[in-house]
């Protein structure tokens, strides 16, 4: 595989925090996971609901997204999948073990953060889980022409932050860390954003040189491949003085 010439001029950024998977940090956190209940908010296509199932979890998983949800459940049928949004969670106070949010607080229109965070509190009898990719790092930056989420991740953060001091959570725990993700070329790169969001394919098809070349700046080129890191952070939440 190649990648386009971006010049001598362009320089990958190396890591800088601790390297670390959602999947490594869900299971040091809230672990252990075997027989106990989890919510899946913003689920997609039940990635993460099939990654706990296979620990002996018990997931229900929701999204908008009614195509997510029947491929979810073609994935991972001994999982329960419902369609609908997070402002508005179906299910009784203290249903869940825990909540997660994984890669899908940002994807909530930003009115509704706040009502967000608050209905995966209510439902869940243990604490809150919110992993964001923050809008910085090289798979954000090869990301951009297609998508840019600069103003949408940040907003995120920032519902995060307004919860906390308006007293209505707690941060139990809080931490940055780097998810190392490597593809074999720029169509590779391409197809897993995509698959986050089909609304994305055009522009991925018609961008897809300009990706290239921001693959080969950002990124550190392997045998085979491509590295691009995506900083994230994760918040452990637990309610204060939330009601039913």
């Avoid at 979810?72 to 999982?79: F, L, Q, T, W």
């Avoid at 607080?105 to 009115?111: D, I, L, N, Y």
């Amino acid at each position: 595989m190649s990648f386009p010439d971006a010049g001598p001029a362009d320089e990958a950024p190396r890591v800088r925090r601790p390297a670390g998977s959602a999947l490594a940090l869900i299971e040091e956190w809230l672990g252990p996971l075997a027989g106990r209940h989890f919510l899946d908010v913003g689920c997609g296509r039940g990635a993460l609901a099939k990654a706990l199932t296979a620990r002996g979890a018990q997931v229900v998983g929701i999204d908008p997204a009614a195509e997510a949800i029947e491929a979810a459940r073609a994935v991972v049928p001994e999982a329960r999948f419902d369609v609908g949004g997070a402002e508005a969670l179906p299910y009784p106070s203290g249903s869940f073990d825990a909540v997660l949010l994984l890669n899908s607080f940002h994807h909530v229109p930003q009115h509704l953060m706040a009502a967000a965070l608050a209905q995966a509190l209510r439902v869940g009898r243990g604490p809150l889980l919110v992993i964001e990719p923050l809008a910085e790092g090289p798979f954000f930056e090869a990301m951009r022409p297609v998508e840019d989420e600069t103003v949408i991740r940040h907003a995120a953060q920032a519902a995060i932050a307004d919860f906390v001091a308006e007293g209505r959570a707690n941060i139990v725990r809080d931490h940055v860390f780097d998810d190392v993700r490597r593809f074999s070329g720029v169509d590779a790169f391409l197809d897993k954003i995509v698959s986050v969001d089909p609304a994305r394919a055009e522009a991925a098809r018609r961008l897809r040189g300009e990706v290239a070349v921001l693959m080969t700046r950002w990124g550190t080129l392997e045998e085979g491949g491509v590295c691009l890191v995506q900083p994230h952070r994760a918040v452990l939440l637990e309610a204060v003085g939330i009601s039913p």
